[in-house]
Structures are given as C-alpha cells and as structure tokens.
C-alpha cells in the first residue's frame, strides 16, 4: 500500500521507516499542511495521515475522494481540524490518534503548574540579573494544599487527575461523561461549583462548537480570586483579552499556556518577539505567565505511538476495516 504522510517531523522519520520495513507499505512524505495547495500529491495513493492545527477544507475532501481514497487520519488527539459532516459526505473515513500517549501531556501539565506555583519564572529572571534574594518573587505554594479543577476529564485530564491525587491535592471534574472508575480521584461537580471552588483551573476539553471561547469574561469572574489558570488543550478555548484583563487585575495571581488562539500565526517557527502578535507579547511580559510552544504532548513515547497507530489505522481504513479511532461525529 502507498501512504502519503504530511507535515512530517524529522523525529518521526525513524519510527515511518521501521513501519514500513515491518510491514512493507510505502509511506511518502511532505514536511507542508495538507491544504488546497498540495492535495493534488495525494493522487496514485491508497491513504493519507497528517498533523496539523491549521484546518483542512472542505474542498480538499471531495479531492481524496475523486483520487480513489477512502480515509483521512491525523496523528493526533484533536480534530477541531476536520469538518466531519462534510468528510462523510465526500464518503470518506475519519480517524485520529486518542491515546498516543495521555500522560505525556498530563505530566507536563504537572510539570508547569509546579513552575508556576513556586514562582520559578520570577525567580529565574531575578538570577540572571543577579537577584539571589528570596523576596525575588512570593512565598510559593505546594500542591497538597490545592483544590484543582480538571475542565474535561478525558484521557489526559483523568491521568492527570490521579497524578495531581497522588500528590494530594483535591480534584474536582467538569465532564458531561461520568466514568466511576475515577471517583477514586477525583469528585464530579457542574462547572460553576469547580470554578467558585478552585485554587487551579486547568483545561484538557476538546475545542467544538459548544467549548469554543468558554474561557470568557464571565467565566473568569466566576473563579476565586488568587487562583491559577491553565490551558494545556486548544488556543481557542480561551478569549485572551480575558485572560489579560484578569491577569492585570490581580484576580488570577498565575497562567500556564501551552496553546493560544493565534498560535499559528507565529509558532512552529523562528519569530521575532517584537512582530508576535500583541497578546502573545503581553503574556510573555508577564511574570506570571509561563508560554511553551505547543509542545506538551512532544516525547518520545508519544511521537513514536502517533506515527505507528496513524498509519497501521490508515492501512485499516482504507482497506474497509474496523478501528477503534474512528472518528464518527
């Protein structure tokens, strides 16, 4: 079978070429998006798999489908990308990667809100300017003694609420999925309760119609003051002008961001801090705020699952198989 894979990392080649000496399918591939522009390279091959935040349209669809393939797949968990209903409508399959590796992004969820709890940001700057004080920056605070909200308790919020269980602080879930399973770290509650209760706010939800900007004016004013917010999921789950205004204002003491809204704008490459665009240049002027580059899932364990169960799902799909990553709705 020939695969066609786009937007291919370099880290990712080595784990493509044991797949296809493993199972002797040819995977080609373009380090570009798959867009408008390129689609036309899809034509001769069975499948296609890609990752990508920049979204895929609709017109690319009814292309794959006219050059005889059956499926899309990206090697990722999100798939605000696609427009399902009209990927069905050209008769095609949809998969994504839902599992390649949950801890990956829990652990460095954990791993910032440590940073940001404990002031390193401040106290970092203060030591390469030769501030060895300890009133560089407040007295921290320990994990323990936190109240944390998981907004979306999924995959990755779920291994992150038992991590964050571990460590004893309380959890409280915001998901309108129930799995029993996790009562055993973490307490259901409806988002008003989690948010007047929280010391830390942390979202690991999806990014569809009804969570698109649900990080609002109104919900930060629901929050407690001094608490910590954190987004480790999708840039447009978030209104940034609300989250500077409270950052500003002293009412959230602390954020953690992994993605932002305009994030394609500027990351994935060299950029200038000076033409970033104005809210980005904001938020890394802040103290308070760490910005990591959309790299929380980005480990070895997790590039090597997303190439290999993205293609061997691919070679499925296109052969009319069953998968468990189907994407249906």
Not at 135 to 149: F, K, V
Request: glycine residues 6%; hydrophobic residues 45%; proline residues 3%.
């Amino acid at each position: 079978m020939k695969i066609l894979m786009y937007a291919v990392l370099g880290d990712e080649k080595p784990y493509i070429k044991e797949f296809c000496q493993q199972t002797g399918h040819q995977v080609d591939q373009l380090t570009d998006y798959l867009s408008e522009k390129n689609v036309s390279l899809a034509k001769g091959y069975d499948a296609i798999v890609t990752q990508q935040t920049v979204a895929i349209p609709d017109s690319v669809y009814q292309q794959l489908a006219e050059f005889g393939i059956k499926q899309i797949t990206i090697r990722q968990v999100g798939y605000d990308i696609l427009d399902l209903p009209a990927i069905h409508q050209a008769g095609l399959r949809a998969s994504n990667v839902a599992a390649y590796s949950p801890r990956a992004i829990a652990e460095y969820t954990l791993t910032q809100l440590m940073n940001l709890i404990r002031n390193n940001k401040r106290y970092y700057r203060a030591t390469t300017s030769g501030d060895w004080q300890w009133s560089a920056a407040p007295q921290g605070r320990e994990i323990h003694d936190l109240t944390i909200a998981v907004i979306g308790a999924g995959r990755i919020g779920s291994a992150l609420a038992e991590m964050l269980h571990a460590l004893g602080a309380k959890v409280l879930a915001v998901d309108p999925v129930y799995h029993a399973q996790n009562e055993a770290f973490l307490d259901y509650v409806d988002l008003d309760q989690a948010l007047a209760q929280a010391d830390v706010v942390t979202f690991h939800t999806p990014l569809n119609d009804e969570t698109s900007g649900m990080a609002d004016s109104a919900f930060f004013d629901k929050m407690k003051a001094g608490s910590y917010f954190l987004n480790f999921a999708r840039g447009g789950l978030v209104v940034t002008d609300a989250l500077l205004a409270n950052l500003r204002s002293g009412k959230l003491v602390g954020a953690a961001l992994d993605v932002l809204p305009n994030e394609n704008e500027f990351m994935s490459a060299v950029s200038d801090p000076k033409i970033i665009p104005a809210d980005a240049q904001a938020l890394m002027a802040m103290d308070n705020v760490l910005l990591s580059p959309h790299v929380a899932f980005y480990t070895d364990l997790a590039i090597k699952n997303m190439v290999r169960i993205s293609l061997h799902d691919a070679v499925a799909l296109a052969n009319g198989q069953k998968i468990e990553n189907e994407i249906f709705d």
